[in-house]
T-cell receptor, first 116, second 112 residues
Framework: DAGITQSPRYKITETGRQVTLMCHQTWSHSYMFWYRQDLGHGLRLIYYSAAADITDKGEVPDGYVVSRSKTENFPLTLESATRSQTSVYFC???????????????FGPGTRLTVL | GNSVTQMEGPVTLSEEAFLTINCTYT??????LFWYVQYPGEGLQLLLKATKADDKGSNKGFEATYRKETTSFHLEKGSVQVSDSAVYFC???????????FGTGTRLTVIP
């Protein structure tokens, strides 16, 4: 009954370091998403994935890399962290594409990342 | 393009007061509309949704009606409780689109 989990929940790193945020879902949802939450901006989409090995850019993809080798996992990597990437990161999943019965997204608890 | 404009916060109300949080949207087609709630230290949870014009979503005493003519989806609750203190996000998703478009969020604080 875990649903969607994220790790770590809190991370402090330094400028220039590589950081990977993990996301795992137990529902076998096709779609997974990464958002960042910043004051005054709400949530903005970084990347999404329609299925294993299929990923696509969202609104703010620069500086981030994603992969999806398995349906249940969708890690987000900051290859060289910058202070502007200090944010709260949310992973989400959705059962299928299209159709009003399947367009609800379910969110993980978030990872608070601080880049010094 | 798609966008959501949400009432600026923060909003502070006394317990049992009436709540309205305004939300208007811009969309190219016929979106589904959502209200998500974020309690302190937690992720977003779906509060309610509506998928077509004149639909009313409701949950936990909250309601919102999809108004196509005014492109609005205002959130209301007749009597708020301290436990309703949270940040509320309005969002839209167009059919077949791959992400949600969020408003900036409205922080609600309910005082006893």
């Amino acid at each position: 009954d875990a649903g969607i989990t994220q790790s770590p929940r809190y991370k402090i790193t330094e400028t220039g370091r590589q950081v990977t945020l993990m996301c795992h879902q137990t529902w076998s949802h096709s779609y997974m998403f990464w958002y960042r939450q910043d004051l005054g901006h709400g949530l903005r989409l970084i990347y999404y994935s329609a299925a294993a090995d299929i990923t696509d850019k969202g609104e703010v993809p620069d500086g981030y890399v994603v992969s999806r080798s398995k349906t249940e996992n969708f890690p987000l990597t900051l290859e060289s962290a910058t202070r502007s990437q200090t944010s709260v990161y949310f992973c989400a999943s959705r059962l299928l594409a299209g159709g009003t019965s399947t367009d609800t997204q379910y969110f993980g608890p978030g990872t608070r990342l601080t880049v010094l | 393009g798609n966008s959501v404009t949400q009432m600026e916060g923060p909003v502070t109300l006394s317990e049992e007061a009436f709540l309205t949080i305004n939300c208007t949207y811009t969309a190219t087609g016929y979106p589904s509309l959502f209200w998500y709630v974020q309690y302190p230290g937690e992720g977003l949870q779906l509060l309610l949704k509506a998928t077509k014009a004149d639909d009313k979503g409701s949950n936990k005493g909250f309601e919102a009606t999809y108004r196509k003519e005014t492109t609005s989806f205002h959130l209301e609750k007749g009597s708020v409780q301290v436990s309703d203190s949270a940040v509320y996000f309005c969002a839209l998703s167009e059919g077949g689109a791959n992400n949600l478009f969020f408003g900036t969020g409205t922080r609600l604080t309910v005082i006893p």
